[in-house]
T-cell receptor, first 114, second 113 residues
């Protein structure tokens, strides 16, 4: 079945540091890939997505590139802010039977200190 | 206006009770979902409805019964609550079943004592 593996947290960084959160996947089909973010006490929000190989998703300074050859979709940001503190989820959407389903990684807690 | 809303936000109850969580979306979406997030933040889909029809049921105990009176609402009823049901339950919606983007509600934190 489909699965998503992302780096274990928690990750603690200082403001303006470089961020990488690794994500790899296994899928039976050709999935779309997503990063969702969950701020404290809130639901998940879509951060960025990519639907085919070599696509780069970007939003709010975050980027991730769909790498089919390495089955990866690593999240990066050049300079994190305190307001980026949240849980980040990598996810894939694949078609199982007649329906699409989102499969999530276990989430990575990011804390950014001033 | 809140796109996906859930009530209640917090629910504390005793083992063995029956409770319901309500979800409404005002986005005009066709597809709605229920997810369970455990204490380690792991998120797993439970159910999905498309135009009031159940399309995904992920090996959830039959104590959990979703109901969709119309495509803007998806409620979750839980019978005979158990300690292991304690979690945060998220409702979500998407335009259709192709899952280009899901919009999540704020969550309902269920605590079973």
């Amino acid at each position: 079945g489909d699965s998503v593996t992302q780096m274990e947290g928690p990750v603690t960084l200082s403001e303006e540091a470089f961020l990488t959160i690794n994500c790899t996947y296994t899928a039976t089909g050709y999935p779309s890939l997503f990063w969702y973010v969950q701020y404290p006490g809130e639901g998940l929000q879509l951060l960025l997505k990519a639907t085919k190989a070599d696509d780069k998703g970007s939003n709010k300074g975050f980027e991730a590139t769909y790498r089919k050859e390495t089955t990866s979709f690593h999240l990066e940001k050049g300079s994190v802010q305190v307001s980026d503190s949240a849980v980040y989820f990598c996810a894939l959407s694949d078609r199982g039977g007649s329906n699409y389903k989102l499969t999530f990684g276990k989430g990575t807690l990011l804390t950014v200190n001033p | 206006d809140t796109a996906v809303s859930q009530t209640p936000k917090y629910l504390v109850t005793q083992m063995g009770n029956d409770k319901s969580i309500k979800c409404e979306q005002n986005l005009g979406h066709d597809t709605m979902y229920w997810y369970k997030q455990d204490s380690k933040k792991f998120l797993k889909i439970m159910f999905s409805y498309n135009n009031k029809e159940l399309i995904i049921n992920e090996t959830v105990p039959n104590r959990f019964s979703p109901k969709s009176p119309d495509k803007a609402h998806l409620n979750l009823h839980i019978n005979s609550l158990e300690l292991g049901d304690s979690a945060v339950y998220f409702c979500a919606s998407s335009q259709d079943t192709r899952l280009n983007e899901q919009f999540f509600g704020p969550g309902t934190r269920l605590t079973v004592l």
